[in-house]
């Protein structure tokens, strides 16, 4: 089983819409969880960490599940510039800085 | 201040020949993992070097090894390359070994196996 597990979509939405992605992790012991935004043939950058109070950052909004090992995030109002492939990531305090990468959620919006 | 580089950025090889792709850190930085990221999968870890010693290793062949420079810089190098190997191989940096500091990626290099 992967260590974290996403659904790959496509999504595409409209301009304004509200988006959410999901993704769920196999290993209890992952310690530290993040958003990653990658555009096409370009590199991963941190889009947010995910706290487990949740957290908010403008129109992003991440959640944390321990209980349920589920990683969500929300996109309100969404922006043409969010198309993007989101990748879900975990880290585990014990893996001295490894990050475990889902296979990314591509969004496409268009206006 | 200058990212993570990383050179070359795209590189074409046939089967069975070696590649060696380099990578810089970003400034302030000492620690260097290698990522294989397979087009539309997430990228996956290949190995960490810090203070010139590889410290922790993904789920890849021994064809895979790396270096670590003094001046913190890394190589990664794939021998008796296979199709499978074509991908991009993304380069990141972050500020000693802890798991608690961010990690920068470089742009990558555009591997294609022929």
């Known amino acids: 089983r992967k260590e974290v597990e996403q659904d790959p979509g496509p999504f595409n939405v409209p301009e304004g819409a509200t988006v959410a992605f999901n993704c769920t992790y196999s290993n209890s012991a992952s310690q530290s969880f993040f958003w990653y935004r990658q555009d096409c043939r370009k590199e991963p950058k941190l889009l947010m960490s995910v706290y487990s109070s949740g957290n908010e950052d403008g129109r992003f909004t991440a959640q944390l599940n321990r209980a349920s090992q589920y990683i969500s995030l929300l996109i309100r109002d969404s922006k043409l510039s969010d198309s993007a492939t989101y990748l879900c990531?975990?880290?585990?305090?014990?893996?001295?800085?490894?990050?475990?990468f889902g296979r990314g959620t591509q969004l496409t919006v268009w206006p | 201040d200058a990212g993570v580089t990383q050179s070359p950025t795209h590189l074409i090889k046939t089967r069975g020949q070696q590649v060696t792709l380099r990578c810089s850190p970003k400034s302030g930085h000492d620690t260097v993992s290698w990522y294989q990221q397979a087009l539309g999968q997430g990228p996956q870890f290949i190995f960490q070097?810090?203070?010139?010693?590889?410290?922790q290793r993904g789920n890849f062949p021994d064809r895979f090894s790396g270096h670590q420079f003094p001046n913190y810089s890394s190589e990664l190098n794939v021998n008796a390359l296979l199709l499978g190997d074509s991908a991009l191989y993304l380069c990141?940096?972050?500020?000693?070994?802890?798991?608690?500091?961010?990690?920068?990626f470089g742009p990558g290099t555009r591997l294609t196996v022929l």
């Open positions: 990141a940096s972050s500020l000693d070994i802890s798991s608690y500091n961010e990690q920068f």
């Open positions: 070097y810090y203070e010139e010693e590889e410290r």
């Open positions: 990531v975990v880290k585990k305090g014990s893996t001295l800085g490894r990050l475990y």
